[in-house]
């Protein structure tokens, strides 16, 4: 029951956040959405700032699935780019409010977990320094976490297919060359 509720409260600020700026949502806007009531929102999360991180945490990670091979890294990114734009509106609407640290962190965490897999994966079997691995694994996770910040930045209007394809001709190998 306790993630149906989750989920009903996340719906709602969702919804919300469509058509209203983040700053002046409430919990009693929250709670009247869903019918629920505000010790409800309270026991499950601190704040709507807590609701809103969940939302990410949940959600972001989740839209990659499989797609954290060598072979598939790309269609998992371009996932994250299809959920960000399935939900332009809250996205949007955080990136220019103070919840912004939430979108960004999840982003960072989604996007780290799938370049330490690709990482790990192209050096299976070989003698790679940890610290070596690591920096890698940063760059790109600074890199592409970059890319999908200035594309919210600006509107989220470029096709994230052709981003994709751009970011493939770029670092098509450099990765592996990196590593050794």
Not at 58 to 76: A, L
Not at 131 to 144: M, N, Q
Not at 147 to 164: D, F, G, S, T, V
């Amino acid at each position: 029951m306790s993630d149906i509720t989750k989920q009903a409260l996340a719906q709602s600020l969702k919804k919300l956040m469509n058509t209203t700026p983040l700053a002046k949502i409430t919990v009693n806007n929250i709670v009247k959405v869903c019918n629920l009531n505000r010790r409800t929102f309270y026991y499950h999360f601190q704040d709507i700032y807590a609701l809103l991180e969940w939302i990410f945490k949940n959600e972001v990670g989740n839209v990659m699935e499989e797609n954290v091979t060598y072979k598939t890294w790309q269609e998992g990114f371009l996932r994250i780019f299809y959920y960000l734009s399935e939900n332009r509106k809250m996205v949007l609407n955080t990136y220019n409010s103070i919840g912004r640290e939430q979108l960004e962190t999840h982003l960072y965490s989604a996007v780290y977990n799938l370049v330490l897999n690709v990482v790990d994966e192209i050096t299976l079997g070989k003698e790679v320094p940890e610290k070596g691995k690591e920096f890698v694994v940063d760059f790109y996770k600074v890199a592409l976490v970059g890319l999908l910040l200035e594309w919210i930045r600006k509107n989220m209007i470029e096709n994230p297919e052709q981003i994709i394809d751009n970011l493939n001709k770029i670092i098509s190998g450099d990765t592996y060359k990196a590593l050794l």
